[in-house]
């Protein structure tokens, strides 16, 4: 059994099945690019056959990524699988996973197949597979609600076909740490052929559990796979936490005794990285990698940190990517320091073209904030550079009046498509009103679900402003993100933002695992 655990990461695309946290093709590139840095494993970068959009960005991702296992996700049928192999026909390492329901449950009322049609399904499934791609996954949905005896004749036919990781999720996050671990070992103790192929654990947060029955499985299972994502994105409560699986892994090496290829001062980078694309905001006191996870507030604990940091510090700040915000540029720095520091971060834009946007819109960020922090850079590229069918409405200009005592108003000039439209209008707040404003020409219909205002660097009243604003129409919901010093103007950026997403024809198929 190899001593080393293997991380697979499924932001782009299981984590991506939050509402609203939907990436587009560039997006997911810069993700997995960190991805790459972080030295995960296994890259998901999504379900080729949902859309034409995630095979595009499959695609992307498979000719760029050179240093990690490039993996889609494929339902078990030919088309899909099909599907698959051509996004990742230009991979250096490429994995197919595929994957059918096998719970009584799934089987009776999803699949409307019996149990021997699974079987069979399951089995020829992979066996296309395998003639397509040499590293095959295979994972039954709602493993662990699936009935022993028939999850072991399944796990040991698509074995015998070539399958090379079984993963075993726990679809609906029901398990519970010491049943999941013994769960894992007695499939791997039936099924004959088990030591053929490296076991997996995916495992959803419903109960808030899913990091400890991911270890459950490592530990008490001998699982040597984990599927987790950036910031435990994911439907419903997220999935397992990679952050925490790396770092319980690296700080308890006493208790595993299991090594990682993790290079985990890239870890706070790629935490706000998905953070700033998705909308999806980062607790405070989230492990690892919230805001307050190296804060002392207790007098007691300053002073023990001030003698010896080890008194309250398990890990260290810096060895997981946290340091002091550093000042990286001003309005007085050139065009190629821009660039070289877009490099640094990760961020490669298509063209020069869009690095000169890029450069304009950072030069009017630094003429109003003059301190510009590598969170600023991030949330300007990440929120400003729109491409194609997205671009469809645009802010121009935006002007608000608030006394007290007196109702807001705000007058906001917007392009859509080719038609530019002023108006103004008048509401509870500047913000309110900047959205009636907007809405009084789009008349979109949507639902607000969430509207979100969150400091992009802390410590300062400069700070710019980063606001999420969710939005659900016909069954769609969708996040849009702005940034700007201007809290109003970040807020108009964003429901525009959320208003392109919903304008866009791109669908995207859910698939569970």
Not at 139 to 165: H, K, M, N, Q
Request: charged content about 25%; hydrophobic content about 40%.
């Amino acid at each position: 059994m190899t001593d080393k655990l293997i991380i697979f990461d499924t932001t782009l695309r299981d984590g991506e099945q939050s509402p609203g946290a939907s990436m587009t093709r560039d997006e997911k590139l810069r993700i997995a690019r960190q991805l790459e840095r972080l030295k995960v494993d296994v890259i998901e970068a999504g379900f080729a056959a949902s859309s034409n959009g995630d095979f595009e960005a499959v695609k992307a991702i498979a000719n760029v990524i050179k240093d990690s296992t490039v993996c889609s996700l494929a339902r078990a049928n030919d088309r899909d699988i099909a599907r698959a192999a051509e996004a990742l026909a230009g991979a250096n390492s490429a994995r197919i996973h595929t994957f059918i329901a096998t719970s009584a449950l799934h089987m009776e009322k999803k699949l409307r197949m019996t149990p021997d049609q699974v079987l069979e399904q399951a089995r020829l499934s992979v066996r296309f597979a395998r003639n397509l791609c040499g590293d095959i996954e295979f994972s039954p949905e709602d493993g662990y609600r699936s009935d022993v005896d028939f999850l072991c004749r399944v796990l040991e036919a698509v074995i015998d076909e070539g399958a090379t990781t079984l993963n075993i999720p726990d679809t609906v996050g029901y398990a519970v740490p010491e049943l999941y671990g013994h769960f894992i070992r007695t499939l791997r103790e039936r099924v004959p052929n088990s030591d053929k192929a490296i076991w997996s654990v995916h495992c959803h947060n419903d109960l808030g559990m899913a990091v400890a029955n991911s270890l459950a499985g490592v530990k008490l299972g001998g699982a040597r796979q984990v599927e987790c994502t950036i910031n435990g994105l994911g439907e419903r409560a997220g999935n397992c936490s990679l952050e925490e699986i790396v770092m319980a892994v690296k700080t308890r090496r006493d208790y595993f005794g299991l090594d990682l290829g993790i290079d985990a001062t890239q870890i706070v980078p790629a935490s706000r990285m998905v953070a700033q694309t998705t909308g999806f905001v980062v607790q405070p006191n989230k492990a690892v990698v919230g805001a307050n996870a190296f804060a002392h507030a207790s007098g007691i604990h300053q002073d023990g940190v001030l003698k010896a940091r080890d008194t309250y510090e398990i890990m260290r700040a810096e060895d997981v990517g946290w340091s002091a915000n550093k000042i990286v540029l001003g309005k007085l720095s050139g065009r190629n320091a821009f660039k070289q520091r877009l490099q640094e971060l990760g961020i490669t834009l298509e063209s020069e073209a869009d690095v000169n946007a890029a450069f304009l819109k950072f030069k009017d960020l630094a003429d109003r904030k003059s301190e510009i922090f590598d969170e600023d850079i991030l949330a300007l590229v990440g929120n400003d550079t729109r491409t194609g069918e997205q671009e469809h409405y645009r802010l121009v200009a935006l002007s608000q009046q608030s006394e007290m005592g007196e109702r807001p108003q705000a007058s906001v000039t917007f392009s859509a498509g080719t038609q530019e439209h002023v108006v103004t209008s008048s509401g509870n707040g500047p913000v309110d009103a900047s959205i009636k404003a907007i809405e009084s020409v789009v008349a979109s219909g949507a639902e607000l679900l969430l509207y979100s205002v969150n400091a992009i660097t802390s410590g300062s009243t400069e700070s710019q402003g980063e606001v999420t604003v969710r939005l659900q129409l016909g069954g769609r919901v969708v996040n849009g993100v702005g940034s700007d010093p201007d809290i109003v103007v970040a807020s108009a950026k964003a429901y525009l933002a959320a208003l392109n997403k919903l304008h866009s024809k791109n669908e995207k198929v859910a698939a569970q695992g």
